[in-house]
């Protein structure tokens, strides 16, 4: 099946610092989601990115799908952003995640 | 856009007892849903999916099962718990029509002990 890898696995900035999540998959795809996972749990819609460039406030997504990869901005950071973002492609019928970036914004 | 029901939000139960966790689906018709599982250390493995009422498949073999007794309606169950059924389980769905966004229920942390 289709492999998803997500860098960095781990993430420290301070507060108003940007950062760039990497999401690379090894075939083909038919649609790409990015989710942030509150502290509860809760997995929260990002972006659907099969290509292209989508931004909704301070985040920003780019999917190069000939390339293989798509990138998740986030300028500005705040506490609110800490959490683990996921990267998740669809093949088939099904979503294929990736392992996370585990991102912490200090005060 | 459609909204996901998901409960309990915690449950605690002891090895070898049966387990059910529901899961509703309102807005859409003609759901795909599915049954996530995230242990321990982030990643989420994908369970069951289901195109419709009584089709269910499988992606890993184990201690549970899955049905679909209505059309919006996703049934996590399992007749004896193990430890190792221990983690955090997610219900999702999507429009089924072809390449469509995947939304997520709040999930069920369940503890065996």
């Known amino acids: 099946g289709i492999q998803v890898e997500q860098s960095p696995p781990d993430l420290i900035l301070q507060e108003g610092a940007n950062s760039t999540l990497r999401c690379n998959f090894s075939?083909?795809?038919?649609?790409l989601q990015w989710f942030h996972q509150n502290p509860w749990g809760q997995l929260i819609n990002l972006f659907y990115?099969?290509?292209g460039t989508k931004q909704n406030g301070r985040l920003s997504a780019t999917t190069v799908a000939t390339e293989r990869y798509s990138l998740l901005y986030i300028s500005s950071s705040q506490t609110t952003d800490s959490g683990v973002y996921f990267c998740?492609?669809?093949?088939?019928?099904?979503?294929?995640f990736g392992k996370g970036t585990m991102l912490l914004v200090s005060p | 856009s459609q909204t996901i029901h998901q409960w309990p939000a915690t449950l605690v139960q002891p090895v070898g007892s049966p387990l059910s966790l529901e899961c509703t689906v309102e807005?859409?018709?003609?759901?795909?849903l599915y049954w996530y599982r995230q242990a321990a250390g982030r990643g989420l493995q994908l369970l069951f999916y289901?195109?419709?009422?009584?089709?269910i498949s499988s992606e890993v073999p184990q201690n549970l099962s899955a049905s679909r007794p209505q059309d919006r309606q996703f049934i996590l169950s399992s007749k004896k718990l193990l430890l190792s059924d221990s983690g955090f389980y997610l219900c999702?769905?999507?429009?089924?029509?072809?390449?469509?966004?995947?939304?997520f229920g709040q999930g069920t942390r369940l503890t065996v002990v």
């Open positions: 807005g859409t018709s003609n759901p795909n």
């Open positions: 289901s195109v419709g009422i009584g089709q």
């Open positions: 998740a492609v669809r093949e088939y019928s099904t979503l294929t």
């Open positions: 990115i099969p290509s």
């Open positions: 999702a769905c999507d429009r089924g029509r072809g390449n469509t966004e995947a939304f």
């Open positions: 075939d083909s795809v038919n649609n």
